[in-house]
């Protein structure tokens, strides 16, 4: 079954066990309407820099080791499934380089997981579910954890 409506869908991966169901339902998505997968992770820059410490390409290499594992589980869950999976490895903050991908690349659907986050914990941590929901111009499932 082939659907015109989803031929291109994001999987946001942050590389947490809460993103498996989402890993579940996007490939089970991408399987059902025969639309290719993109895994999409987010390097967060953060104000802090490890050039003062004189640990910056320690850093920089575990940053870009954890980007790798977590997109390469998205991967091999295509894999499995017979569905061709692109990496792709962004800078900046989560929300804003998800939607801005999205964007220009024509995606049809976003798929994420969250931590379902209530009370002080969202207020505090913000939630990137959350703020994409809320800006994005097409379709988002989020995905329970």
């Known amino acids: 079954m082939e659907s015109k409506n989803y031929q291109k869908i994001i999987i946001a991966t942050d590389g947490s066990k809460q993103v ?8 089970e998505l ?34 870009e080791a954890e ?7 998205v991967e091999e869950a295509g894999k499995a ?3 061709n999976v692109e990496s792709v490895i962004l800078e900046g903050y989560p929300a804003d380089k ?23 914990d969202r207020f505090l941590m913000g939630s990137i579910a959350e703020k994409v929901v809320r800006h ?10």
């Open 20 to 27: 498996g169901k989402a890993i579940e339902a996007g490939v």
């Open 30 to 63: 991408a399987k059902l309407t025969g639309a290719k997968l993109y895994a999409v992770y987010v390097i967060v820059q953060t104000g802090y820099s490890p050039r003062d410490f004189g640990w910056e390409g320690s850093l920089r290499e575990f940053l």
């Open 67 to 73: 980007a790798k594992k977590a997109v390469t589980s």
């Open 81 to 83: 499934s017979g569905i």
């Open 98 to 120: 998800i939607l801005e991908f999205a964007e220009q690349e024509g995606m049809d659907l976003i798929v994420m997981g969250t931590l379902g986050r209530t009370g002080l």
């Open 136 to 145: 994005s111009k097409i379709p988002v499932m989020v995905v329970k954890g």
